[in-house]
């Protein structure tokens, strides 16, 4: 009985080492590990393919995935090439197959070949790397959807306009001086005031809130329209041109009368107009020298409702308009009871 037992175990322990022997060739022959030199036991690095192997530890860039080579097998790209042996891979001493790209996005990868469809990010810049990483693992269907879906993004938000809204100052000087377009500014608080409204002031702030979002809607992709609601004036517009001010409209003003002051808000719609088709000028640096200073320095403003500052910014022929519309209104000396308010 012990003797058949041996025979038994000697059998099995020949079959075991026969199978070894063989998984030892077929690796020799795929995988040629070759000791990094001068390091002695360090470290051990191969190259070779994965033919025969079922489980993959795939090291993207510091970023380890553990996939099977169905996975990667399942279309026609660098992966399965990598498994079929048609490119040599690079392993190292843990087994790990190193990859010198980016794992940000690997994952994502690995996902869409086994699912076949994979969520993408809503960031315009991040689906881009998404597109390059499938295009160079060249898998043509995350390549398709990456590219259908930025077209789909293209297609939503084109003619969009977007006003943004001034939340801060330094946001604000921070916006107009890096913007390359034209900026027009509209700086609308109507809780900032001391006195009563005129009768005709909330319908003119209306209109100046109505014209500004038409100007907006007219001139989108061109000038870059910002609202303030957190300023110190009620109604007033702002103009800059390469990260400067260039004009000011300011449609506010203070009625003086014998018994009690009020605001009174205008609304200059021309002037309003014609200094945004002014700003225009420095549409793509097209203001820079002194053919585009001259340009809005010969724009003159109607009589009785404007006049030009010479604030200087960086020379004597640079002002800033400042157009205050019938700023003074003011009284006479008459007695109660009599006319008491002129406009100039």
Same mark, same amino acid.
């Given at each position: 009985m012990t003797g058949l037992i041996d025979k038994?175990?000697?059998?099995?322990?020949? $079959?075991?080492?026969?199978?070894?022997?063989?998984?030892?060739?077929?690796?020799?022959?795929?995988?040629?590990?070759?000791?990094?030199?001068? /390091? %002695?036991?360090?470290?051990?690095?191969?190259?070779?393919?994965?033919?025969?192997?079922?489980?993959?530890?795939?090291? *993207?860039?510091?970023?380890?995935?553990?996939?099977?080579v169905q996975t990667l097998s399942k279309e026609d790209s660098l992966l399965r090439s990598m498994c079929n042996g048609g490119d040599e891979v690079t392993i190292d001493s843990e087994g790990w197959i190193v990859l010198d790209r980016s794992g940000r996005h690997f994952s994502l990868v690995?996902?869409?070949?086994?699912?076949?469809?994979?969520?993408?990010?809503?960031?315009?810049? !991040?689906?881009? !790397?998404?597109?390059?990483?499938?295009?160079?693992?060249r898998v043509q269907g995350l390549v398709q959807h990456c590219t259908? @879906?930025?077209?789909?993004q293209r297609n939503v938000y084109e003619g969009v306009c977007r006003i943004p809204m001034i939340t801060s100052v330094k946001e604000e000087q921070r916006m107009i001086? @890096?913007? /390359?377009?034209? *900026?027009?500014?509209?700086?609308?608080?109507?809780?900032?005031?001391?006195?009563?409204? @005129?009768?005709?002031?909330?319908?003119?702030?209306?209109?100046?809130?109505?014209?500004?979002?038409?100007? %907006?809607?007219?001139?989108?992709? $061109?000038?870059?329209?910002?609202?303030d609601v957190l300023g110190d004036e009620i109604c007033c517009w702002s103009f800059y041109g390469e990260g400067r001010k260039i004009a000011e409209v300011c449609c506010t003003s203070i009625v003086y009368a014998t018994e009690?002051?009020?605001?009174? *808000? &205008?609304?200059?719609?021309?002037?309003?107009? &014609? !200094?945004?088709?002014n700003i225009l000028i420095y549409e793509?640096? =097209?203001?820079?020298?002194t053919g585009g200073v001259a340009l809005l320095e010969s724009s003159s403003p109607g009589a009785g409702q404007s006049e030009e500052e010479g604030a200087s910014a960086g020379g004597g022929d640079r /002002?800033?308009? $400042?157009?205050?519309? =019938?700023?003074?209104?003011?009284?006479?000396?008459?007695?109660?009871?009599?006319?008491?308010?002129?406009?100039?």
């Amino acid at each position: 009985m012990t003797g058949l037992i041996d025979k038994d175990h000697l059998k099995l322990q020949a $079959r075991l080492m026969s199978a070894e022997a063989s998984a030892g060739s077929a690796a020799a022959a795929c995988i040629p590990t070759t000791q990094s030199s001068g /390091r %002695g036991s360090e470290e051990e690095a191969g190259v070779g393919c994965l033919v025969g192997s079922k489980y993959v530890k795939l090291n *993207v860039g510091g970023s380890l995935h553990y996939t099977t080579v169905q996975t990667l097998s399942k279309e026609d790209s660098l992966l399965r090439s990598m498994c079929n042996g048609g490119d040599e891979v690079t392993i190292d001493s843990e087994g790990w197959i190193v990859l010198d790209r980016s794992g940000r996005h690997f994952s994502l990868v690995l996902n869409f070949l086994r699912d076949g469809s994979v969520p993408l990010p809503e960031s315009h810049r !991040e689906l881009e !790397e998404v597109l390059k990483e499938a295009q160079y693992y060249r898998v043509q269907g995350l390549v398709q959807h990456c590219t259908s @879906t930025m077209q789909k993004q293209r297609n939503v938000y084109e003619g969009v306009c977007r006003i943004p809204m001034i939340t801060s100052v330094k946001e604000e000087q921070r916006m107009i001086a @890096t913007c /390359r377009k034209p *900026v027009v500014k509209l700086q609308n608080n109507r809780g900032n005031n001391k006195y009563s409204y @005129t009768s005709n002031s909330d319908d003119n702030l209306l209109k100046n809130i109505e014209l500004f979002d038409k100007l %907006g809607l007219r001139f989108n992709g $061109r000038v870059l329209f910002v609202k303030d609601v957190l300023g110190d004036e009620i109604c007033c517009w702002s103009f800059y041109g390469e990260g400067r001010k260039i004009a000011e409209v300011c449609c506010t003003s203070i009625v003086y009368a014998t018994e009690k002051k009020q605001t009174k *808000v &205008e609304f200059p719609e021309a002037r309003i107009f &014609e !200094e945004t088709l002014n700003i225009l000028i420095y549409e793509n640096g =097209r203001g820079s020298g002194t053919g585009g200073v001259a340009l809005l320095e010969s724009s003159s403003p109607g009589a009785g409702q404007s006049e030009e500052e010479g604030a200087s910014a960086g020379g004597g022929d640079r /002002r800033v308009r $400042r157009i205050h519309v =019938r700023r003074h209104i003011m009284h006479d000396e008459r007695g109660h009871g009599q006319q008491t308010v002129y406009k100039d």
